[in-house]
């Protein structure tokens, strides 16, 4: 009798076992989610959360008041809060429709759709044949011509912009060397939609160039081997073979291009004319000069709106648009020989890469010139312009300096955590809140800020800090695109090897996973640091008197038309962003021999 009853109580006692069992587990796991990384977790989502989505949030509730919110405020401060809820109350689509049908804004939204139509279709026109050139032809120069088409995108477009006023302007090289050979007044006027539009194709077109080199390589020049073969002529086998192939990529790039022009703000803020109403350009004088909340927010939502719009007609172009060619000869990709297409594409090349060039070098004469006017070379030379830089404007390129590696190192620490969670917990809330800032335009996030901070209790803004938080997170998403690919490449098999030796999850991903990180953390790091130090559209907008970099410093002297300043600090800036890259470069190469 005895071992039925102790049967009986010990099945009882595994049935009352179970319960605490089950809540010993959820307490484990519960523990597990509040450990170090868990809390980490917590702080990256509050971060965004504050410096992000409700700056953002901010601008829909002021384009739809009329009035400026202190949302962050309102946590803290009851009369902020019954300010708010009262604006709040009138709120309507009213109020905002009736704000960007203004005809001013109209015309703004118009000529900004107008120009970014116009760079997208003659970058993309004029990049197909070279990119068709770099990817399946071996014509002469190809290292060469392929570096030059690199430079442009080292260049910014407003020390670009500036350089076609050293050429184009009234009294520039280009413009007398046209009166000379017989022609009357300058080429065309660089102050205008043409001018503009010149130098964002100039300066834009490797943003379309090298994801279409990329689209082209997708099918081997046999097929328009074989078709020529069978005696189709020579214009045929690429618009019905290669081009079909490479249609998906080539649309990508334009879209790409198109919301790339249409947020730009260096080459437009420096050349559009004061009768030449601009988006990006109105939305920085209604806060910049009236201090026009609701304007001015009411206009970064529309451009963002249509930033979104292309960046997601990009995606829907790219998505099941997987094309290829079947070979029995493995992937080693024929080039086109032809002596005359391959010279030609040559020739074609280099006159493309000739102007951006001359851009270059005649900033670079200009910072050595003491007087350069009317004629062809300068009158007279000069140091004295590096003097100034490198004396009373040097704390330009040490606020330059200390800013973007503030912002680097920022990115570096909410990088590699948001890599982690994103692709070892699979957080697509995190991935998701990360992609955002592709889409919002530089300007935007900039009055975002002012406008959340710019009063109390919060007051952050004319100081270093909000501005190193703007540019962190502006140029996160190029830090998180660096490390993803050695993300994936990890296994899990080490973290599970340090858990099994008793390391906490913490420990195991800072000692384990994160130097396995290293080469994708240190390219990630060399393209947020050039970026930033070449920002225009944040510096400008929240840039404080004691911080000014060096592109805030330029944007400024090439107002007060102080071009030889301009200059100099210009070609300072490039050699630093050329520098980062070659070291990057060289790093990231040797790393990858290792």
Same mark, same amino acid.
């Given at each position: 009798?005895? !071992? ?7 099945? +009882? ?13 959820? /307490?484990?796991?519960? /523990? ?5 990384l868990g809390l980490l977790r917590v702080l990256i989502w509050a971060f965004f959360t504050i410096f992000l989505l409700v700056p953002l949030l901010s601008l829909v509730v002021v384009s739809l008041?009329? @009035? ?22 009138? #709120? ?9 049908? /203004? ?13 970014? $139509? ?12 070279? !990119? ?66 010149? +130098? ?81 350009? @109105? ?10 909340? !609701? ?18 007609? @990009? ?23 032809? $002596? ?9 090349? $280099? ?35 590096y003097e100034r830089v490198f004396g009373r404007g040097f704390d330009n390129v040490i606020n330059s300096l200390i800013l973007g590696f503030g912002a680097l190192l920022l990115c570096l620490v ?74 994936? +490449? ?6 599970? #090897? ?94 990858? /021999?290792?």
């Open positions: 009798m005895t !071992a039925p009853v102790t049967q009986e109580r010990a099945i +009882a006692g595994q049935g009352n076992a179970a319960p605490a069992g089950g809540k010993r587990g959820r /307490r484990a796991r519960m /523990r597990e989610r509040l450990d170090t008041t009329g @009035q400026p919110a202190n949302l962050l405020g309102s946590v803290v401060d009851g009369t902020l809060r019954a300010t708010n809820l009262e604006r709040l109350a009138d #709120a309507s689509l009213g109020t905002f429709a009736d704000t960007v049908t /203004r005809p001013a804004y109209v015309s703004a939204l118009g000529n900004s759709l107008t120009l970014a $139509t116009w760079v997208a279709l003659i970058t993309t026109l004029m990049a197909m044949p070279i !990119a068709y050139g770099i990817a399946r032809t071996a014509m002469p120069f190809k290292r060469t011509l392929s570096v030059l088409c690199t430079v442009p995108i080292v260049i910014p477009t407003m020390v670009g912009a500036g350089g076609l006023i050293i050429m184009f302007g009234r009294s520039g090289w280009a413009s007398e060397l046209y009166r000379r050979l017989g022609g009357d007044g300058v080429i065309f006027n660089v102050n205008s939609m043409t001018g503009i539009v010149l +130098a964002m194709v100039f300066f834009l077109f490797p943003f379309v160039l090298w994801p279409m080199v990329a689209a082209f390589r997708v099918a081997d020049v046999s097929v328009e081997n074989a078709a020529m073969n069978l005696g189709a002529r020579r214009l045929t086998p690429f618009f019905t073979a290669t081009l079909p192939l490479a249609l998906p990529g080539v649309i990508s790039s334009a879209l790409l291009i198109f919301a790339i022009a249409f947020s730009d703000f260096g080459a437009a803020i420096v050349l559009a004319p004061p009768d030449l109403n601009l988006i990006v350009v @109105q939305a920085y004088r209604e806060i910049a000069g009236f201090f026009n909340w !609701a304007g001015a927010s009411v206009l970064v939502i529309v451009m963002t709106a249509v930033v979104a719009a292309f960046f997601g007609l @990009q995606r829907l172009v790219l998505r099941g648009k997987g094309y290829g060619t079947l070979t029995g000869r493995g992937t080693t990709i024929e080039l086109n020989r032809s $002596t005359g297409l391959c010279r030609g594409l040559a020739v074609y090349t $280099t006159v493309v890469v000739l102007l951006p060039t001359l851009v270059l070098l005649s900033v670079v004469v200009m910072s050595f010139s003491r007087r350069w006017s009317s004629s062809l070379a300068p009158q007279q030379w000069t140091l004295a312009h909410l990088g590699t955590f948001i890599t982690y969670f994103v692709h070892r917990h699979k957080s697509t809330g995190l991935d998701f809140l990360t992609t955002i800032p592709l889409i919002v335009p530089g300007i935007a996030l900039g009055i975002a800020l002012i406008q959340s901070f710019n009063a109390g209790p919060f007051v952050l803004t004319g100081g270093a800090f909000l501005l190193v938080v703007g540019y962190a997170i502006r140029r996160l998403p190029y830090m998180l695109r660096s490390t993803a690919g050695s993300m994936q +490449a990890i296994g899990t098999e080490v973290e599970e #090897a340090a858990g099994s030796l008793g390391a906490s999850r913490f420990t195991a991903v800072s000692t384990v996973v994160f130097p396995l990180l290293a080469p994708g953390l240190l390219a990630g790091s060399i393209l947020v640091f050039v970026t930033v130090i070449k920002e225009t559209s944040l510096t400008v907008l929240m840039a404080p008197a004691g911080w000014q970099p060096m592109s805030y410093r330029i944007f400024e002297a090439l107002h007060r038309g102080e071009i030889f300043t301009a200059s100099a600090l210009s070609v300072l800036l490039v050699v630093i962003v050329v520098v980062l890259q070659q070291v990057a470069y060289r790093l990231t190469g040797g790393m990858g /021999r290792r």
